[in-house]
Every structure is written in C-alpha cells, then in structure tokens.
C-alpha cells in the first residue's frame, strides 16, 4: 500500500520534494484527529524510561519533519512514541532560496539546505498551548539566521522561555549545516557558554513553576572528528546535559548511487542510507566514551528494522526516523517497535 502512496507523491508537484512534503503535512494536520483509529494498528506498546521521561515505544519522529507543529494529531496515530518538532527559532524566518529539498531515490537519500524554515518560536508556543500529542513533544531549538553569533545564547534563551511549558524535553541544535557558522558553536568554549546559560534558564523556569527541569540535550553532526566529539561530551557531563541526539545531517557525499551523483554537488545536509554507518559509529563512540552514563537518540540512515537494532545494540536509548520514513512509511516505526518489545536488551 504505501509503495503506491510513496509513487504518487514522488510524482506529485512535479517532483518537487518540498512541495510533496508539504502537501502531506497539510494533509495530516487536516485529517490527523480522524486518523486516530491508526493507532491500533500502527502504535506497539514498548514503553521506555529515558532521561526521566516515559516513551511508550522508542521510535520518535525527528525534527524537520514538521516544523512548526502542524500535524500533531498524526503522528501518535501512525505509532510514533515521541514527535520532535522543530527546530525553530525565536525570529520567524523563511529560510533558504528554493529548490532546496532533493530526494537521492537510488541511494534513499535525502539532501536538504531548508535552513530552519519556520514561524518563530512564540507562534509555535500558541499553536502548542491545549494542543500537545499525546506522546512526548521534543523541541528542537536552533539560531535565528540573522542573530550573530555573539548573541545566540541570547537568542536560543528567547526561544526556550517561549516554548518552556509545552516541551516535555527540548534540544540545542547546534549541528545543522544550512544556517552559516552555526556549527561553530559545538566548539568547547561557545558550547559552554551555551549550554551553561541554558542549563541555568531551564532551573529558573523550573522553579517559577515548581517542577523539575525539563531535560536538555545536544545534537550534534556526524562530521565531527572523535576528539572534538569528546570535547563534546565533556562539556555536556560538566554541565548536566540530560543526552545527546546522534546525529545530524552529514556535509559528506560518501555513499551515493551512481544514478544520483548529478546531486553530489547541492548544497546541504544529506540524510538517508549513505549517513547509516557513520551515525551508528557516532552512537557507539558516544555510549562507550560515556559508560553509557549519557542516553542517546540515534538517528541517521534508519530505514529498516536491522538498522535500527543495530543502533539500539551501539547504545541508542531511542531512535528517530525521518528519510526512513520518506521511503518506507508508518510500516517501518511498528516494525522496529516491534522488534523492541520482542527484544528490549538495555544497551550495554
């Protein structure tokens, strides 16, 4: 059945895969309440405890996928256990010039420079307030494109203040490679700085509501040498990150099929079966170099339920899909759900 969905939208507007993309999105965030039913089939019930919060399955939908929260409604009934939306930042901004979306068909491979396209960070806080998903809502944050580096920190703040009551954890994007200079600030100096005010904003935010503080996590790029990795997550343990989300998209072109080379040379990140390996090796030297002490989101290159337990078995506390689930449909997140209540082996 999705094989036919899958045709038509890869034929739909053209090719273009934005505007496939949104269309399906709009189509969702119309019809999501009436897909409930979905659920049964699609959702699997293999609850997990990772930094505190309850997942009902491991498998998440990762940020990029929507945005601006549109589509909340869909995504637990196609069996997701958490949604991530996002990232967002505290200026609504457009993004960059299109065409800038590319499906790589033979290599399963995306290629995307959106540059955190999206409506700002106090238009998703109104869209969210009543209207969470039933499974945990993750909040990517990421920079305004126009704010310079010297004021990010300020500017991730804005962001994280505006979305506090309605994350249930919230991650410091500072690995996309479509805003410019960005991933500056995954260097040990500029991420200290970021992640200690941060750190301090989610207890003060905590404390004026009484709660515990909301979970904060570090995604970062696979194009990362091993020591700055590790510099990485020095910074992280120093400061009580709560985890890391392994990985982002990857600068490198390694991988791609010979039919989709006339690609090679688009600017972006790229996402699909190329990244598999290289996000897996990222999970696996983060979770020894951690004694598993930080959780890890693994994400990149999960297009089947092998990829997946391969990720679980290099340390992944939780999966997320997006390509995957370009190319293979709400079939792939119950089936690696499935595998996970058939095999729930904590990693390590």
């Given at each position: ?7 038509g939208l890869f ?7 934005e505007?496939a ?7 969702l965030?119309r019809?999501?309440p ?13 609850p997990?405890t990772?930094?505190g919060?309850r997942?009902p399955?491991?498998?998440?939908l ?10 909340l409604?869909?995504?637990?009934a ?12 505290a ?7 299109k065409?800038?979306?590319f ?18 960070a106090?238009?998703?806080?109104r ?7 039933s ?6 944050l ?13 500017d ?11 994350g ?6 500072v690995?996309s ?25 989610c207890a003060?935010?905590a404390?004026?509501?009484r709660?515990q503080?909301r979970p904060?996590?570090?995604k970062?790029a696979?194009?990362?040498t ?5 510099e990485v997550l020095?910074?992280c ?9 392994a ?9 791609i099929?010979?039919r989709?080379?006339?690609f ?8 699909g ?5 290289r996000?897996?090796?990222v999970v696996?030297?983060?979770?020894k ?15 089947d339920v ?10 992944a506390?939780l ?9 293979r ?8 759900s499935?595998?996970?209540k ?7």
């Amino acid at each position: 059945m999705y094989e036919l969905i899958k045709r038509g939208l890869f034929r739909f507007g053209g090719g273009d895969a934005e505007v496939a993309h949104h269309w399906t999105t709009a189509i969702l965030a119309r019809t999501g309440p009436a897909l409930a039913p979905l659920r049964r089939y699609f959702h699997v019930d293999a609850p997990t405890t990772v930094f505190g919060v309850r997942f009902p399955n491991p498998v998440g939908l990762a940020a990029g996928m929507d945005k601006d929260g549109t589509a909340l409604a869909a995504w637990p009934a196609l069996g997701f256990g958490h949604v991530e939306v996002g990232t967002v930042t505290a200026l609504p901004q457009p993004g960059n010039p299109k065409p800038r979306l590319f499906r790589l068909v033979d290599s399963e491979a995306v290629i995307n420079r959106m540059g955190f396209n999206n409506a700002g960070a106090e238009a998703l806080a109104r869209r969210l307030a009543g209207r969470k998903p039933s499974v945990p809502l993750g909040i990517s944050l990421g920079k305004s494109k126009i704010v310079p580096l010297t004021e990010a920190v300020d500017d991730y703040r804005a962001s994280l203040r505006a979305l506090y009551p309605h994350g249930d954890y919230f991650a410091i994007n500072v690995s996309s490679p479509n805003t410019p200079g960005l991933r500056g600030l995954q260097d040990r100096k500029a991420l200290a700085e970021l992640v200690a005010e941060l750190t301090l904003e989610c207890a003060a935010l905590a404390e004026r509501d009484r709660s515990q503080p909301r979970p904060l996590l570090v995604k970062i790029a696979p194009d990362l040498t091993d020591e700055a990795i590790g510099e990485v997550l020095e910074v992280c343990e120093e400061h009580g990150i709560s985890g890391l989300i392994a990985t982002n998209t990857t600068l490198s072109r390694d991988g791609i099929a010979a039919r989709d080379l006339r690609f090679a040379d688009e600017a972006g990140g790229l996402s699909g079966r190329p990244l598999t390996k290289r996000a897996r090796e990222v999970v696996e030297f983060v979770h020894k170099q951690t004694g598993g002490r930080l959780p890890v989101i693994g994400v990149g290159g999960i297009l089947d339920v092998d990829d997946a337990a391969r990720m679980f078995d290099a340390g992944a506390s939780l999966v997320q899909i997006y390509t995957g689930f370009i190319y293979r449909g709400p079939g792939l997140v119950r089936r690696i759900s499935r595998y996970r209540k058939d095999s729930p082996v904590s990693p390590g």
